[in-house]
């Protein structure tokens, strides 16, 4: 919590739109607030911040009374009265900088002066309040602990409907374990799952927590700006159908990167290979620790308590069944997180002053249904840069992540696999509406009903949980927190298993003779390991300072993954370039891009599209000669 010190305004008020000035000349000096059709000053008061979005205001003198004492109406025993006849205000102005709306907090006696000190304690615990004057002329030397708290309690049921679900996802586990035989059904399963099942677990892996949470937020706090991005997906389905997939099945992999060393060299596949395990240990991080942060701060539900037993629970049942436990896993998940998502739309729809119609015309009034940003600016996201952004980060995922390829390659022919593609593009589209109209609810719920805001709450990625615990019934908050949960370990559980499989195929077997019994224990222990490092690494970003999730996983995406897109483009569509130029150029596109996030101020959605482009034209410029031999 970061707190600072100031005297009230006029005219920092009036900028804010939030306050109604006294038609009395004398009065452009004393500014007042209508809160609830009731009038309260704010002269004399001392403000500070507190969380991410809230300014509070303690203390301040009385409207009616300091009126009178400049205007010269006092009588003659105005100095003379009880403090508390001059009503120095006890209650705390709260002001929401997202919302523009201003609310109250239960205050105390102690707090009734005027020109207090504010002053931040150690270990940011809340404040001193001291000095200031209890009536006119009358100065106060006690210094009063200040603290906003909020009471937290998950409660038995909410827990009860929890703890069922994460048995429920063991329980599944310990079932395909059971039917498991040999590696091609823990890597593929068997080439079994139908195209609907794995175009939702392509969709449930891609929709982690991030989505589930992170989007809610972005709208909440901006707008849809973000949402064109979606529909690229459904845009690079079709080259994915026409041209990667038929690749990938006609080689017959079970790693993505095999593909590398058969096209190029083992050097390339290896570093292609290592490099997606990082991003995907990091990716596992982010996604354990930002619902277990939300969480935290909304239920009161330790962090690390939170960050082990998804981490530990999703590890477990990934490694005793397999890529078709983690399927069929997401498959459940996803539809709870679809379902989840539905019903929060419309229960804060109807919970807006106004319903569903006052929920648009509030959004419509703050444009907060904005879809495009139509500045050139390269270092915000303009509609260019999200459309440039969109293809090529899409693109990437679709292309070169062996989480997304292992799906296509878990179907029983290529037709069904091109099915669950367009399945999953459909559905990033559709069901995304669903989560950016949450956050827009979010805040269209909070403009009609600031008290219910949690001044406390330091990350805007809490306010969708901090909702739930706070207007949903027991239980029906319980089932959307399971849902955050089914969000984090659908990811994490497929982010385990693809990472188990390149590293037992291309490092283990690439340079061990194994049998196919031996390779299933290995992938078992490398789904533990990478698991258990992925766990610690969460635990060390609890001590980080990020301030939207959904930016950051993109901006890592932009910068681990780039130069992948360009290796597998490479692949399928420049059969003249040798394995030295490709390997040249993805290098040369990975530190393009890093120093593009260092040196200069272009978004982070042109990371992934500046990192393939050149990424290609370095190798197709050292393979220049190739394309004017004479046939």
């Known amino acids: 919590m970061k707190a600072s010190v100031a005297t009230t305004e006029a005219l920092a008020l009036q900028r804010s739109g939030a306050c109604d000035l006294n038609s009395h000349p004398e009065a452009t000096h004393n500014p007042q607030l209508t809160i609830h059709n009731s009038y309260h000053a704010i002269i004399g008061s001392t403000c500070t911040t507190s969380g991410y979005s809230h300014v509070l205001f303690f203390g301040g003198v009385d409207y009616d009374i300091f009126l009178s004492a400049i205007s010269g109406q006092q009588d003659s025993l105005y100095l003379r009265h009880q403090p508390e006849w001059y009503r120095f205000r006890k209650d705390v102005l709260t002001y929401h900088t997202i919302t523009d709306s201003w609310g109250l ?3 105390n006696e102690l707090l009734a002066r005027a020109g207090a000190c504010l002053t931040p304690e150690v270990g940011g615990k809340g404040w001193s309040y001291s000095g200031g004057e209890l009536m006119p002329g009358i100065r106060s030397a006690d210094v009063t602990h200040v603290e906003v708290t909020n009471d937290k309690s998950f409660g038995w049921l909410n827990w009860t409907i929890l703890v069922l679900y994460l048995v429920g996802m063991l329980g599944m586990g310990l079932y395909f374990m059971r039917k498991e035989n040999g590696a091609d059904d823990f890597f593929k399963g068997g080439g079994r799952i139908p195209w609907w099942a794995a175009g939702i677990s392509i969709y449930a892996t891609m929709l982690s927590a991030i989505t589930y949470m992170a989007i809610p937020a972005k709208a909440y706090t901006t707008d849809w700006t973000y949402y064109p991005m979606l529909w690229m997906i459904l845009l690079v389905s079709f080259p994915v159908i026409w041209y990667y997939l038929p690749y990938f099945r006609k080689l017959n992999v079970t790693s993505a990167y095999e593909v590398l060393e058969q096209r190029f060299n083992v050097v390339t596949r290896l570093m292609a290979s290592a490099l997606f395990c990082v991003f995907m240990i990091a990716r596992m991080a982010l996604v354990l620790y930002l619902p277990s942060l939300a969480l935290t701060a909304v239920t009161g539900i330790d962090i690390y308590l939170c960050i082990v037993l998804m981490g530990l629970v999703t590890i477990v049942y990934c490694t005793m069944g397999g890529v078709e436990a983690v399927i069929w896993g997401d498959v459940v998940q996803g539809l709870i997180l679809v379902g989840g998502a539905i019903f929060s739309v419309i229960y804060l729809a109807m919970n807006t002053e106004g319903g569903f119609g006052g929920c648009i015309d509030i959004a419509l009034d703050n444009d ?7 500045s050139s600016s390269w270092a915000q996201p303009t509609w260019w840069v999200i459309i440039i952004g969109g293809i090529a980060n899409n693109l990437i995922s679709y292309t070169s992540d062996q989480t997304v390829i ?7 022919d290529e037709k069904s696999a091109g099915r669950g593609i367009l399945v999953n593009g459909v559905m990033s589209v559709f069901v995304s509406v669903a989560f950016y109209m949450i956050g827009t609810g979010l805040y269209t719920f909070y403009k009609t009903n600031p008290a219910e805001l949690d001044v406390t709450m330091t990350q805007a990625d809490a306010i969708f ?19 955050i949960f089914a969000a984090t370990m659908s990811t994490i559980s497929s982010n385990i298993n693809s990472v188990a499989t390149a590293f037992s195929i291309d490092f283990w077997k690439r340079f ?3 049998t196919d019994s031996q390779l299933v224990v290995v992938a078992r222990w490398a789904s533990v390991v990478s698991g ?4 610690a690494l969460a635990l060390l970003m609890a001590t980080w300072d990020i301030q939207s999730f959904l930016d950051f996983f993109n901006e890592a995406l ?13 692949a399928v569509f420049m059969k003249r370039v040798k394995g030295y130029a490709a390997l040249t150029g993805f290098v040369l596109g990975e530190a393009v891009v890093f120093w593009m996030s260092e040196c200069t101020d272009a978004n982070f959605f042109l990371f992934g599209a500046t990192g393939m482009v050149v990424s290609i034209v370095v190798a197709w410029l050292l393979s220049i000669n190739s394309y004017f031999k004479k046939r």
């Open 105 to 107: 907090l239960p205050g």
């Open 368 to 374: 907060k249904f904005r879809l495009f940003d139509w």
């Open 406 to 412: 292992q799906r296509y390659l878990t179907t029983p």
């Open 465 to 483: 949980p901090f909702f739930m615990m706070s207007q949903m019934p027991a239980g029906i908050a319980g089932a959307l927190i399971a849902a």
């Open 512 to 514: 061990r003779r194994t």
């Open 532 to 535: 258990m490092i992925g766990l």
């Open 558 to 570: 932009g910068l681990l993954t780039s130069g992948l897109g360009g290796l597998f483009f490479i």
